[in-house]
């Protein structure tokens, strides 16, 4: 594991801790950073992580807070409480 994942995961951990002081827009630097760390460094973000963040406003997505998840058959719904965005995950 190199230097830039290490980044990107502290960040996210980082994200994680600003969602749940109630700080939506240090949450969002903190998202965005990460996300231009990975596109600099070709290594792409985690999927666990990508699941874990709205595309849209880059808002780190904590359910019951800043999410609401709904699940349906064949698929997780996960929809933003900030900006309304919707994202349909598959399982099985």
Not at 35 to 54: H, L, M, Y
Request: aromatic share 8%; glycine share 6%.
């Amino acid at each position: 594991m190199g230097i830039p994942s290490e980044r990107i995961e502290r960040l996210f951990a980082l994200a994680r801790e600003a969602v749940v002081d109630g700080e939506y827009d240090r949450s969002r630097e903190y998202v965005a950073l990460a996300r231009r760390i990975a596109e600099r460094n070709r290594c792409g973000v985690p999927t666990e992580f990508a699941r874990k963040t709205c595309d849209d406003c880059d808002v780190y997505l904590r359910p019951g807070e800043t999410s609401r998840v709904r699940l349906r058959p064949g698929r997780v719904v996960v929809r933003c409480r900030e900006c309304g965005a919707t994202a349909r995950y598959p399982f099985e």
